[in-house]
Antibody, heavy 123, light 108 residues
Framework: EVQLVESGGGLVQPGRSLRLSCTASGFSFDEYAIHWVRQAPGKGLEWVSGISWNSRGIDYADSVKGRFTISRDNAKSSLYLQMDSLRPEDTALYYC????????????????WGQGTLVTVSS | SYVLTQPPSVSVAPGQTAAITCGGNNIGSKSVHWSQQKPGQAPVLVLYDDTDRPSGIPERFSGSNSGNTATLTISRVAAGDEADYYCQVWDSSSNHVVFGGGTKLTVL
């Protein structure tokens, strides 16, 4: 059974940093791209960032580019999101999501979601 | 960047058919995927590559994609289908995953 478990969320002041983690099991983690998708309270889904199986393909949404850094450790079946210079508008539930492909492209899609970890940015 | 447009809400009586649209420029040339999100839960993939269902998803869920509109169709709607539905594509021009704004399906 595919499982994705996020952690590291919490309450943080604007301008501070936070690091999210996602631990995967039930599939060959090192064969798939993985993404972070967030959902602000009462709002829709927003793609944040994605990373290819070998970390050579990395992309960010414009809203977080330059502030967030995605990374992965295939030996630990883990995905990370380093979030710096946090803003109130970054407040959301952050999901770790598996891709069906090793490198995201036109024929690929997101198939399994974790339960999310909540990040609240407020003074 | 590529934009996907969904109606905010769709209402349907039990047993009827619900059609949820996802509009985008020449979306028919892309593969569209749909996820269902029930209150308090993570999204679940219900349709991929326009028309294909993951294992465990009822045949009542079907899809189409042509021109500027993709459609998720749910036949014989039941109370358990009440949820938010999101369409998703890959935008090759930006290398980004793109979601529609979501449609809340209400079963009357």
């Amino acid at each position: 059974e595919v499982q994705l478990v996020e952690s590291g969320g919490g309450l943080v002041q604007p301008g501070r940093s936070l690091r999210l983690s996602c631990t995967a099991s039930g599939f060959s983690f090192d064969e798939y791209a993985i993404h972070w998708v967030r959902q602000a309270p009462g709002k829709g889904l927003e793609w944040v960032s994605g990373i290819s199986w070998n970390s050579r393909g990395i992309d960010y949404a414009d809203s977080v580019k330059g502030r967030f850094t995605i990374s992965r450790d295939n030996a630990k079946s883990s995905l990370y999101l380093q979030m710096d210079s946090l803003r109130p508008e970054d407040t959301a539930l952050y999901y770790c999501v598996k891709d069906i492909c090793p490198l995201s492209s036109t024929s690929c899609y997101l198939d399994y979601w974790g339960q999310g970890t909540l990040v609240t940015v407020s003074s | 960047s590529y934009v996907l447009t969904q109606p905010p809400s769709v209402s349907v009586a039990p047993g009827q058919t619900a059609a949820i649209t996802c509009g985008g420029n020449n979306i028919g040339s892309k593969s569209v995927h749909w996820s269902q999100q029930k209150p308090g839960q993570a999204p679940v993939l219900v349709l991929y590559d326009d028309t294909d269902r993951p294992s465990g998803i009822p045949e009542r869920f079907s899809g189409s994609n042509s021109g500027n509109t993709a459609t998720l169709t749910i036949s014989r709607v039941a109370a358990g289908d009440e949820a938010d539905y999101y369409c998703q594509v890959w935008d090759s021009s930006s290398n980004h995953v793109v979601f529609g704004g979501g449609t809340k399906l209400t079963v009357l």
